[in-house]
Every structure is written in C-alpha cells, then in structure tokens.
C-alpha cells in the first residue's frame, strides 16, 4: 500500500487516481500509523517551500518521514514535495527541509535566459545522468510536465535527469530509496504512469 502524504498542500486525489489506473492501491492520509505501516509514501506538494515546510515539521509528519527513509522506506517527493527533501529552501527567504537529499533550492531566474518565462511550465525532455531504479520502464528523451519557478541545485551527486529549460535544471533525484521528480508524473501521461508504476516496485529493508 502507497501512503500518499496529507500536510494540507498537494495534487492529492490526482496522484490516488494515477495509482488506481497503473492498479496499485494508494491512500490519502495524515495518519502517522498508517504512514509507518506503508510499503512506500508520496509527499506531494504544490505552494510556498517555507509555508509546507512548517506543516510538515508543526504536524510531526517531517519527522515521520526522516525515520521512515533513515528505516529504508521507498519516499517518493513530488514538485514542491521533491524540494522539501533538500537541505534548505532559499525562496522568499531561508527555510529548513528535511534534510533527505543534500543540496539547496534556489530561483530558476538565477540560471535561465531573463527571455525565459517564469514559471517554467510546460512539456520537456529527461535527460539521464545516471541509472536508477525510477526509470527502469522509460528512455531518455521522454516528455514530462514541469510548473516551477524553483530548482535544485549543489546535488550532482543524487542527480538522475535533468531537463533542459534555457539551463539544464535537476528534474530526477535519488538517495538510495529517497527519490524526488520535479515535475508531475500525474500530469505527464504515459511516461508519468511508468515512473510511479516502477516506485511501486521499489522496496525498503525487510
């Protein structure tokens, strides 16, 4: 069973639906028990870093989740859910993630053409740097779709894709079963179900 993180910030019952549609069962919840007792768990998130971050860390579930990745568990972040497994956000100011995935989140603006338009939304490429578990059903050169004004950086090291947006910008990362995807796999079609069909795969320490 898939938790799918309830913090009051997220594209919640869109993701439940791409899970039913692959057949995999997946639950909306800010149960702590039912989030421990999960095979893997989704943190989505749309919004303000500092804002989600505080809900995170004010309802307990943020120190559920560092348990439940330091205990192995397949974690799955997801746009602004990918980010807060980072170090520290520095978007309109400076704020504390979870500490998941080393690295910083800072302004697109700081590395595209200013001709660029902000937010960066739209359908791009992956292009692979590295193997990971995450991709084992798609290629490099699939499409998927990005709303951000906000990336990852200082984490070559976890780095799985980029995409190219004027700059090429983190799109996939890894820490052992920490993933993270900065677009939206829901939102991405065909590639998007063969991503999270191939998270359901993944399993933690027995």
């Known amino acids: 069973m898939i938790a799918i993180v309830d913090y009051g910030v997220g594209n919640l019952f869109s993701l439940k639906s791409s899970f039913s549609a692959i057949g995999a069962e997946a639950v909306v ?22 804002d989600a971050s505080k809900k995170l860390y004010d309802s307990g579930l943020g120190e559920i989740l560092i348990n ?4 192995d568990k397949p974690i799955m972040g997801i746009c602004l859910g990918m980010q807060l497994l980072f170090d520290k956000s520095f978007e309109y100011g400076e704020h504390k993630g979870l500490g998941l995935i080393h690295g910083n989140i800072k302004p697109i603006a700081d590395v595209i053409p200013e ?25 490099s050169g699939d499409f998927v779709y990005f709303v951000h004004s906000f990336y990852a950086t200082d984490c070559d090291e976890f780095t799985v894709a980029t995409a190219e947006y004027g700059a090429p910008l983190t ?14 796999p829901e939102k991405s079609g ?17």
């Open 68 to 71: 439940e990745a330091n205990a």
């Open 29 to 50: 919840t800010s149960d702590k028990a039912v989030i421990e007792n999960a095979d893997q768990i989704i943190l989505p998130g749309v919004g303000a870093f500092g």
């Open 171 to 184: 799109a996939t990362v890894q820490n052992k079963n920490v993933f993270g995807c900065q677009f939206h």
């Open 115 to 139: 001709s660029f338009k902000i937010p960066h939304i739209g359908w791009n490429a992956l292009n692979f740097k590295k193997d990971s578990p995450i991709n084992k059903y798609i290629n």
């Open 190 to 206: 065909e590639t998007g179900l063969k991503i999270l069909r191939a998270f359901t795969e993944i399993r933690g320490a027995d």
